[in-house]
């Protein structure tokens, strides 16, 4: 079952900070999270494999809530080479395959 | 550099046409995936392979279908290309980790069928 990624469009001006959010219907026990950039393949950030646990990249940081079922990443201090598309993945019924979000549209302006 | 190579970035076929998506890791990965991406649906999951001659399907498999004969080498198939097939194709592969690991993307193929 598809996660659910809010908002589903974001508008920064550079400096500012930014929360996306992940949720699913199902028990999560990881949630990884993944960055394309315009006209390029989606990158790898980050999985988060435990209730609480943050990690960061760069200026990016995460939490997973596995009671709650949701993931939040959090945009520090935005750079315009943030812009690009956020996608949150979920593993799916086999221990291999990931269920991506719709995606969260990033603009960082000057 | 680890890499995923798709042979084709632009591919024109029309109706009817039998097409194939050919990619190649040369990062010695188990998993190999195929994706679709289309604007406002995201990333989905046609099919994936898990070892050398084994696929299963994803959440989209219908009107596709895949093959695995070597390791490094996943190919999507489209017997008989619709237009509603016309989209962005992502080939991806992972580690065997017990769990889904981080994939690795090749750079798109976009499928334009007439």
């Known amino acids: 079952q598809q996660p659910v990624q809010s908002p589903q469009a974001v508008i920064l001006r550079e400096g500012e900070d930014a929360v996306i959010n992940c949720s699913s219907s199902?028990?999560?026990?990881?949630v990884h999270w993944y960055r394309q950039k315009h006209g390029e393949a989606p990158v790898f950030l980050m999985i988060?494999?435990?209730?609480?646990e943050q990690k960061g990249h760069e200026k990016i940081s995460a939490s997973f809530n596995e009671k709650k079922q949701q993931s939040s990443l959090y945009l520090t201090a935005s750079q315009l080479s943030y812009s690009g598309t956020y996608f949150c993945g979920t593993p799916g019924g086999s221990n291999y395959k990931l269920t991506f979000g719709k995606g969260t549209l990033l603009t960082v302006n000057p | 550099d680890v890499k995923v190579t798709q042979s084709s970035r632009y591919l024109v076929k029309r109706t009817g046409e039998k097409v194939f998506l050919e990619c190649v890791q040369d990062m010695d990965h188990e998993n190999m995936f195929w994706y679709r991406q289309d604007p406002g649906l995201g990333l989905r999951l046609i099919y994936f392979s898990y070892d050398v001659k084994m696929k299963e399907k994803g959440d989209i498999p219908e009107g596709y279908s895949v093959s695995r004969e070597k390791k490094e080498r996943f190919s999507l198939i489209l017997e008989s290309a619709s237009t509603n097939q016309t989209s962005m194709y992502l080939c991806a592969s992972s580690r065997t980790s017990g769990r889904a690991g981080e994939l690795f993307f090749g750079e798109g193929s976009r499928l334009t069928v007439l």
């Open positions: 199902k028990a999560l026990y990881s």
């Open positions: 988060l494999l435990k209730g609480g």
